[in-house]
């Protein structure tokens, strides 16, 4: 069972615009930022989001991250098929003194 | 170019012990916390352990506490993990990342390869 709680599961057709929620605690992403990572299948994970809201360079800007509250959230806008990934959010954990990942998300692109 | 390039992995025995080894390059070692993350087969991500630039502040995921332990060299730009004490939940694919400072708490900014340890049950 995963600190942080996402779907097991997304998909959406190409061109559409996908959600993915994280949902937390105060300890987690209450009082921490949210960040996600995306992995291709037989590939290492690579950081998407950063600080919330924040994407690396070369990440295109269909791409963004939200918090409120205790809970963190991944838009994909314009999906296209090379987004067909799972996805992982974490955060640092103030009561456990670590790092707190979601279970994942596949996302599927019909 | 940051590169992060694991070993040491391999098939053991539960109840013994493996140590894995990061080697670094790319980036100035001694600027960054550096952390393992595994993930079992078929399954999600789970961090394991972290240790500051500095090797002041050390953590553990509760379900390694007191059989894992992570080092450091700065010497050798590397980076280690001592794992004791072995279990079939042990059976991963462990993760050498980097974090984006030099404390523990800021995101993972680059991952490597992944080393596989397997422990039959």
């Known amino acids: 069972q995963s600190v942080l709680t996402q779907p097991p599961s997304a998909s959406g057709t190409p061109g559409q615009r996908v959600t993915i929620s994280c949902s937390g605690s105060?300890?987690?992403?209450?009082?921490?930022?949210g960040n996600w990572y995306q992995q291709v299948p037989g590939t290492a994970p690579k950081l998407l989001i950063y600080?919330?809201?924040q994407r690396p360079s070369g990440v295109p800007d269909r791409f963004s991250g939200s918090k409120s509250g205790t809970s963190a959230s991944l838009a994909i806008s314009g999906l296209q098929s090379e987004d067909e990934a799972d996805y992982y959010c974490a955060s640092w954990d103030d009561s456990l003194s670590g790092w707190v990942f979601g279970g994942g998300t596949k996302l599927t692109v019909l | 170019e940051v590169q992060l390039v694991e070993s040491g992995g391999g098939l053991v025995q539960p109840g013994r012990s493996l140590r894995l080894s990061c080697a670094a390059s790319?980036?100035?070692?001694?600027?960054?916390?550096m952390n393992w993350v595994r993930q079992p087969p078929g399954k999600g991500l789970e961090w394991v352990s972290g240790?500051?630039?500095?090797?002041?502040?050390?953590g553990y995921a509760d379900s390694v506490k007191g059989r894992f332990t992570i080092s450091r060299d700065s010497a050798k730009n590397s980076l280690y993990l001592q794992m004791n004490s072995l279990r079939p939940e042990d059976t991963a694919l462990y993760y050498c990342?980097?974090?984006?400072?030099?404390?523990?708490?800021?995101?993972?900014?680059?991952w490597g390869q992944g080393a596989l340890v397997t422990v039959p049950s």
């Open positions: 990342v980097r974090g984006y400072t030099y404390a523990l708490k800021h995101y993972f900014d680059y």
């Open positions: 240790v500051s630039w500095n090797s002041g502040v050390i």
């Open positions: 105060s300890s987690n992403i209450g009082s921490n930022y």
């Open positions: 790319g980036f100035t070692f001694d600027d960054y916390a």
């Open positions: 600080s919330n809201n």
